[in-house]
């Protein structure tokens, strides 16, 4: 348990395995770095992103970037925005 909670371990372990975010506590799941380098290696890690940085363009484009089926996960606002780009 300290060791989920400790940020050194869980960045480690999302830039190699996104979707560990799944098992990141809360206050992870709302940190930028965290997300962005879980993202950055599975991009449907946005999943288990906080609700604030599934709004946040710079973290749903690097999902959508890696895997285009992130964008299922992206907040209403930024889905249709990002659509609108790549269309």
């Known amino acids: 348990e ?4 400790n940020r050194v371990i869980v960045l480690a372990a999302v830039q190699n395995y996104g979707v560990a975010l799944e098992f990141a506590p809360e206050e992870l799941k709302r ?4 997300v962005l380098a ?3 290696n599975y991009g449907v890690a946005l999943e288990f ?8 363009r710079e973290i749903v484009l690097a999902a959508v970037q890696e895997n285009g089926d992130a964008l299922e996960f992206a907040s209403h606002e930024l889905k249709d925005e ?6």
């Open 31 to 34: 940190d930028h770095v965290i």
């Open 49 to 56: 992103a906080s609700e604030e940085l599934k709004r946040n």
């Open 82 to 87: 990002v659509f609108s780009v790549i269309v």
């Open 38 to 40: 879980a993202v950055q």
């Open 2 to 5: 300290v060791l989920k909670r």
